[in-house]
């Protein structure tokens, strides 16, 4: 949770800084955020000052060796599409997943 709260305001600081603080626009540069990092970084900001990361479960269960560092644009495509839409994040499964991360093949692991 601290982790969204730091992208959503780091989001928000851009919006306002770019987009005189639309809702919609904030939302668009979460999802930005999200997609890019994630993609390509396999964190957020957020994530990165919470030690966490995003990582595809194949690699978290030690099926394949963690030689990229994000995820894919597919699974992050997924995955940030149904942040963005809120009800898949605040539903978990019985590990913990929320059903964002479920839906993409991703988990979220300490760093």
Known sequence: M???LVDW??????SAAFFDYHPLA???????????LVMLLGSTLGHRLCDLRVR???????KFPD??????????LVRTVLLC?????????????GLHDRFAGTVITRR
């Open 2 to 4: 601290l982790a969204l």
């Open 9 to 14: 305001v780091a989001c928000s600081l851009i």
């Open 26 to 36: 904030t939302l668009g540069v979460f999802a930005a955020e999200n997609l890019v």
């Open 56 to 62: 595809r479960l194949e690699v978290a269960q030690g």
């Open 67 to 76: 030689r990229v560092l994000g995820v894919g644009p597919v699974r992050a």
């Open 85 to 97: 839409l809120v009800i898949p994040a605040v539903v978990w499964d019985s590990e913990g997943r």
